[in-house]
């Protein structure tokens, strides 16, 4: 079974920093990876979606590496803003049928 | 593009009452649709996988007799919940694939239900 975990649950940082978002899923054999955010009461927004032979896949000020032999992900969001803040889900597919299994989310919260 | 609405966004309906909520793939046709469900501050959990012109694949725990899905044409998909109840109150989220991206799920804004 397919489990996805995210660290940390929450993350408070001040306006500025770089940060780093981690995601690890148990089952290697995933045929890609997606990272997600959510705003409170709203839908999801798919940011960075990595296949499986992929490393990484950048998209203005966010990086998301791939390393599908440790069973990690990782999402790096360079020079935060309070816009920034959301919560960021991972989100791991695999299976023949295309199904999505999801992290728990990390909350993050950008101070000015 | 590839966008996904659903209707409606929030919904309040009494206990014992059915809600439909439709899920539709707005400028792509898409063969397979899912229904996912959140609780607050809990994450994505995946109820059924939606195939036009067959019957619903649901997951572990999931009753079909209560939560029913009709996937009519390549554009719709709809979940009934039949007789509600409070604890049926969540964020219930679809989302659609399109030809060409496989692997790729395009999600709707969600559907607020609360069941009094």
């Known amino acids: 079974k397919q489990e996805v975990t995210q660290i940390p649950a929450a993350l408070s940082v001040p306006e500025g920093e770089n940060l780093v978002l981690n995601c690890s899923f148990t089952?290697?054999?995933?045929?890609?990876l997606q990272w997600f955010r959510q705003d409170p009461g709203k839908g999801l927004t798919s940011l960075l979606l990595?296949?499986?032979?992929?490393r990484e896949q950048t998209s203005g000020r966010l990086n998301a590496s791939l390393d599908k032999s440790s069973g990690r992900s990782t999402l790096y969001i360079a020079a935060s803003q309070p816009g920034d803040s959301a919560t960021y889900l991972c989100?791991?597919?695999?299976?023949?049928?295309?199904?999505?299994?999801f992290g728990q989310g990390t909350r993050l919260t950008i101070n000015p | 593009g590839a966008v996904v609405s659903q209707h409606p966004s929030w919904v309040i309906c009494k206990s014992g009452t059915s809600v439909k909520i439709e899920c539709r793939s707005l400028?792509?046709?898409?063969?397979?649709m899912f229904w996912y469900r959140q609780f607050p501050k809990q994450s994505l959990m995946l109820m059924a996988t939606?195939?036009?012109?067959?019957?619903?694949?649901?997951e572990q725990g999931v009753e079909k007799d209560k939560f029913l899905i009709n996937h009519a044409s390549l554009t719709l998909s709809t979940l009934t919940v039949t007789s509600a109840h409070p604890e049926d109150s969540s964020f219930y989220i679809c989302?659609?694939?399109?030809?060409?991206?496989?692997?790729?799920?395009?999600f709707g804004p969600g559907t607020r239900l609360t069941v009094t």
């Open positions: 400028d792509f046709q898409a063969t397979t």
């Open positions: 990595i296949q499986s032979s992929q």
């Open positions: 989100a791991v597919g695999f299976g023949g049928a295309q199904k999505l299994v």
């Open positions: 089952d290697s054999a995933i045929y890609n």
């Open positions: 989302s659609a694939i399109k030809p060409g991206s496989p692997y790729e799920q395009y």
């Open positions: 939606s195939n036009e012109g067959s019957k619903a694949t649901y």
